[in-house]
């Protein structure tokens, strides 16, 4: 049993499939899919039930995960303590984000940060905030930019930084208040709207501005990526509450929201006051300005 394969396993549980566990291992899902084939004739088992749409852990790859875990975790921590006295020659960091992040120019700031340390690899995942969360207490990640729906970060989760984002109502060109400048929630109640899925920050701020307003939004249509949600905004299907910088960015009208202006707090997070594994620690400095504020309360990095 090689820590290749056991890395590979766990890429795939984590990722939910073949396809997006080799893009994230940065290698073809032929040779990913071999690795964890080799993985399970050494242990005599099948691993996964690859009969649906979606592969799922059989009995064996459950009762393997655990150990799995601890195994790998293991191994970071031994690479992490080299990497500490080496000057982060080499190394691994691995960022979780929310998809709707407008806040920080990521892809600007992990690319600065390349060039510091070109020797270290960059790991980013996308997903909601509890699988984030999740992802922080786990340890598969280090660092996680974060929507929560609370005033109070999860147990266990440290924040570093904090910044506020505005809301504002997009739509189509051609909308009847595409040129209103401002609205007021009760404006909207005849209006079609077009959400992002269920459980993510975006969506469960808007529905609590939406709930505090009395408003019940009728959704035409709910979507996983937020680039469909600002075409089929343009196509007129619907409007849509979202991040003031998707809508500028998408070249569609913004409308400000009156009573109550509406926002969301976006957090940099991990799992402990400061990162043990010193190529997340390099990174937490560079986001933050070496500023990171570990008590998550009161430090504010920025605004949107």
Request: proline content about 5%.
């Amino acid at each position: 049993m090689e820590l290749r394969q056991l890395r590979h396993f766990m890429a795939v549980v984590t990722h939910g499939g073949f396809t997006a566990a080799a893009r994230a291992e940065l290698i073809v899902q032929s040779a990913l899919s071999t690795s964890v084939r080799n993985l399970e004739r050494e242990l005599g088992a099948e691993l996964f039930d690859r009969t649906g749409r979606r592969v799922v852990l059989t009995e064996a790859g459950r009762a393997l995960l655990p150990s799995a875990r601890s195994v790998l975790a293991g191994t970071e921590a031994a690479r992490h303590a080299v990497a500490a006295v080496t000057g982060l020659v080499t190394g691994r960091v691995r960022v979780g984000t929310i998809q709707t992040l407008t806040c920080v120019d990521l892809a600007a700031e992990l690319a600065s940060y390349h060039r510091l340390w070109p020797g270290v690899q960059i790991s980013l995942r996308e997903a909601t905030t509890p699988e984030l969360v999740s992802g922080l207490r786990a340890g598969e990640l280090d660092l996680a930019y974060l929507a929560p729906d609370a005033a109070e970060l999860p147990d266990g989760i440290v924040g570093f930084a904090t910044w506020h984002e505005d809301l504002v109502l997009i739509t189509a060109p051609g909308h009847r208040l595409a040129s209103a400048g401002s609205a007021l929630l009760k404006d909207l109640a005849d209006e079609p709207f077009v959400d992002f899925r269920a459980g993510t920050g975006l969506e469960t701020a808007v529905r609590r501005l939406a709930a505090h307003c009395g408003l019940e939004r009728r959704i035409t249509c709910d979507v996983t990526q937020i680039r469909l949600l600002v075409d089929l905004v343009r196509a007129g299907i619907g409007v849509a509450i979202v991040p003031r910088r998707i809508g500028q960015d998408a070249g569609l009208p913004c409308v400000s929201i009156r009573q109550p202006e509406p926002g969301r707090t976006v957090v940099l997070a991990g799992r402990a006051p400061r990162p043990r594994n010193p190529a997340a620690e390099a990174l937490l400095d560079r986001l933050t300005g070496g500023t990171a504020d570990p008590a998550g309360t009161s430090g504010t990095a920025g605004t949107a």
